[in-house]
């Protein structure tokens, strides 16, 4: 059932309550909820679920993260993305912070359902007629990404993404490179992986990106080795959380 992937309780990685930020599963795992996060958003939004009965703010307050703007396209009015800040409490002094983020830009992929569908799939063909950077959406994106290492500079600022968030993600983060700035990405199923990625002439960029041939391998379940349970979850799952 779509509700079950949605429920943190069920599919997060519950067992990370205590972050290590220098050790790359633990960031690719917290990277893949923000972005399932944003998914679920969305889908709160469609169904009409607020308040106790939204699902999807722990997928960012289970790492102490606030959310703190929407991201909404000016065509549909549906949420395809979502900034994040990073506030843990000063009780949490075992966390190492040397690598966190203070902020999270996270962009969802494609959703399956009538309320934001069409307007996906008409960016998933911008995406193979490499007019992505043409359309309002990303537009949007980009502004947020820029405000954001303005304001804060770019070591500061990550960006994740998954299918054509991936594709939003991996755009802005080449388009912002032009000017200078460097950003850490976490890219879970790109729509496109070798030939774009071998168009990018800064080399601090493609160290940066964090590419997953899966959702699953690479996100959230790398962080679970020697958890059975969440396995077993995962597995019954059949897909992961991420999806489009």
Not at 183 to 198: C, G, K, M, R, V
């Amino acid at each position: 059932m779509s509700f079950e992937r949605e429920d943190f309780g069920l599919l997060g990685p519950l067992h990370l309550n205590s972050i290590d930020w220098e050790n790359s599963n633990h960031r690719r795992s917290i990277a893949a909820s923000l972005v399932q996060g944003t998914y679920i958003l969305e889908r709160d939004r469609q169904e009409k679920r607020q308040g106790s009965q939204a699902l999807a703010p722990p997928w960012w307050e289970f790492f102490h993260f606030k959310l703190i703007r929407q991201l909404v396209d000016d065509a549909d009015s549906c949420v395809f993305g979502a900034i994040y800040e990073y506030a843990p409490p000063s009780s949490h002094c075992n966390d190492s912070i040397d690598q966190s983020p203070r902020y999270v830009i996270a962009f969802r992929g494609t959703i399956n359902k009538p309320d934001s569908f069409s307007r996906d799939f008409s960016l998933d063909i911008h995406v193979i007629r490499n007019g992505l950077h043409q359309t309002s959406r990303f537009e949007i994106a980009m502004k947020a990404v820029q405000n954001m290492v303005a304001m804060v500079g770019d070591s500061n600022v990550w960006l994740a993404g998954h299918s054509l968030g991936a594709a939003m993600a991996m755009l802005a983060g080449k388009t912002i490179a032009k000017t200078g700035n460097f950003l850490e990405a976490f890219l879970f199923n790109p729509p496109f992986l070798s030939a774009p990625i071998e168009r990018i002439n800064y080399g601090n960029v493609k160290h940066g990106l964090r590419f997953a041939s899966s959702v699953i391998t690479a996100g959230l379940v790398l962080a679970t080795k020697g958890n059975s349970q969440t396995r077993k979850r995962w597995k019954r799952s059949g897909m992961g959380p991420l999806r489009g």
